[in-house]
């Protein structure tokens, strides 16, 4: 059973930093493509980051509103994926997912579900 657990949420001001973690358990793939989404109330889930990790190398793909904000990584190790999250604004307030074994994010857009597996979520508040 694969399983996903975020953890790191909670309350920030303006231009503070907040660590998002997400173990995984049950799925193990060379290949594979990673993720954190989020949805903010009354707004449709948006893709914030996603890590696609092969062997001998990886690549990381951010939504425009989080670049140079926002950094996702990946230990393989110890199946987890991160997002550090820098000079955060109220507008990124939001419940943040992580997910696994997700497409390419170029095709989101048509896609029901981009990724195959989601955690529950970690809620992020920022206050102005």
């Known amino acids: 059973q694969v399983q996903l657990v975020e953890s790191g949420g909670g309350s920030v001001q303006t231009g503070g930093s907040l660590r998002l973690s997400c173990a995984v358990s049950?799925?193990?793939?060379?290949?594979?493509?990673m993720g954190w989404f989020r949805r903010a109330p009354g707004k449709e889930r948006e893709a914030v980051a996603t890590i696609y990790t092969y062997p001998g190398g990886g690549t990381s793909w951010y939504n425009d509103s989080v670049k140079g904000r926002f950094i996702i990584s990946q230990d393989n190790a110890k199946n987890t994926v991160s997002l550090q999250m820098n000079g955060l604004k109220p507008e990124d307030t939001a419940m943040y997912y992580c997910?696994?074994?997700?497409?390419?994010?170029?095709?989101?857009?048509?896609?029901?579900?981009?990724?195959?597996?989601w955690g529950q979520g970690t809620q992020v508040t920022v206050s102005s």
């Open positions: 997910a696994t074994d997700c497409a390419n994010p170029t095709v989101f857009r048509v896609l029901d579900e981009p990724c195959a597996y």
């Open positions: 049950g799925y193990t793939r060379l290949s594979n493509r």
